[in-house]
């Protein structure tokens, strides 16, 4: 029989783990979480419509994976989607102001993401700055259905 | 023919005597539960030896088959150039149904078979009888201390089940096989709540520790004191928590989840 103190001390750090485990899914699985400031390079982008896109999803350019989506929120000005990104810090000063973004799908069933394209201003994006040229999601069933009236029509 | 309906009728009646004993054993073991340090020294204890004996099977079969989920899922959603929901699919699968039902199995196993054969050995020694001689309560000293550390043990273990899972998944998936870590969390964290998926799983594994420990813990106590009476409950135990847990698994499901398609 073990003696008591190691008893002890297993049992705390089995109820440590329990714990760890429950907060383990409370945050990371289930996506509890408190508003976190945002921090490093940070650029605003304004769409008319989002589709199916989430926060964390990926931002590329070129296909490359430079950052992710953070926040999406609702302009309650222009009623139009404001998503936060978060680039990598070394792209900051980098890429010129009119760069543009644009909401694509991954495959036919795939997830949206953001794929930027670089302009060709002087400027160049700072943290905080808005992206100005921005394309919103292509949303298929929309396509399908003016497909249809304009085939009805004719 | 009139020898087979008496003998059904007796098998009722034994059915049912044995739930109304196992009904009256718990409320006794659990009614005046001592408040005091050596009651807590003898909780401590029970849930040292089933629960903290109990988290590497736990540990390694949680690893193991979120590693089998990230693996089969994938190769089924990448057909569909889905593969990002694939941490969708393992969180989901992991939180509802497979950390409390596979957790509350391995329990079944490794630490209720293990407290029926302790306590049924101890009856068969009689050290039951010499301590109510002594004016030992064997219900507060003995069974109510396995009773609390079960019901405690088995819902941590069981998150722990589903976090060590979430890994597997996660190392097979995004490690292994490519699938952007980004997608993979954000897909789980857009489809899996709190309160729907981990809670309601964590209920369904209260409930099953309640039985689990139940089970081991009568069998025990009710067995014939022989060293075959003790095998036969330690196996009786085994397999009628496993009974027990797989269908109030559904019956459980079907109350929580039933809506939500």
């Given at each position: 029989m073990p003696n008591r103190r190691w008893v002890e001390v297993a049992v705390g750090g089995f109820m440590l783990i329990g714990l760890i485990a429950l907060l383990f899914l409370a945050f990371k699985v289930s996506g509890l979480s408190f508003d976190q400031r945002s921090q490093g390079f940070v650029v605003e982008a304004y769409f008319r419509d989002i589709g199916g896109l989430k926060p964390r999803a990926k931002v590329t350019l070129a296909g490359v994976v430079?950052?992710?989506?953070?926040?999406?929120e609702l302009d309650e000005e222009w009623f139009e989607a404001k998503v936060t990104l978060q680039l990598e810090d070394g792209l900051e000063g980098k890429l010129s102001r009119d760069t543009a973004a644009a909401i694509q799908t991954a495959g036919l069933l795939g997830d949206n993401y953001i794929s930027l394209s670089p302009g060709s201003d002087e400027a160049l994006l700072m943290s905080g700055d808005t992206l100005w040229e921005t394309q919103s999601a292509l949303i298929l069933e929309q396509l399908i259905n003016q497909f249809i009236g304009n085939s009805a029509r004719e | 023919m009139l020898d087979w309906l008496a003998h059904l009728g007796r098998l009722?009646?034994?059915?049912?005597?044995?739930?109304?004993?196992?009904?009256?054993?718990?409320?006794q073991s659990l009614n005046g539960w001592p408040r005091s340090s050596e009651a807590l020294r003898l909780?401590?204890?029970?849930?040292?030896?089933?629960?903290?004996?109990?988290?590497?099977?736990?540990?390694?079969?949680?690893l193991f088959i979120g590693m089998v989920l990230g693996l089969q899922g994938y190769t089924i959603l990448v057909d569909f150039g889905a593969e990002q929901a694939l941490g969708q699919m393992v969180a989901l699968t992991l939180t509802r149904e497979l950390a409390p039902v596979v957790a509350a199995l391995l329990f079944a196993g490794r630490a209720g078979s293990a407290l029926t054969a302790e306590i049924g050995l101890m009856k068969a020694t009689e050290q039951l009888s010499s301590m109510e001689m002594i004016g030992v309560d064997p219900l507060r000293r003995i069974v109510a201390p396995r009773l609390l550390a079960g019901l405690v043990a088995l819902p941590l273990l069981s998150l722990v089940f589903a976090m060590v899972g979430v890994l597997g998944g996660w190392l097979v998936g995004v490690d292994w096989l490519g699938v952007d870590p980004g997608a993979f969390w954000s897909n789980m964290q857009a489809s899996v709540s709190f309160r729907g998926d981990v809670?309601?799983?964590l209920i369904k594994s209260i409930v099953f520790a309640w039985v689990v420990t139940w089970i081991a813990v009568f069998q025990g106590y009710d067995l014939v004191p022989t060293s075959e009476g003790i095998s036969r409950a330690t196996t009786r135990t085994v397999v009628y928590s496993s009974l027990a847990v797989l269908g109030l698994d559904f019956v459980l499901t079907a109350l929580m989840f039933s809506n939500l398609s």
């Open positions: 430079v950052g992710r989506v953070q926040r999406i | 009722g009646l034994t059915l049912i005597a044995a739930l109304g004993r196992s009904g009256v054993f718990l409320f909780w401590v204890y029970q849930l040292y030896s089933v629960g903290v004996l109990s988290l590497l099977i736990i540990l390694v079969s949680g809670v309601n799983g």
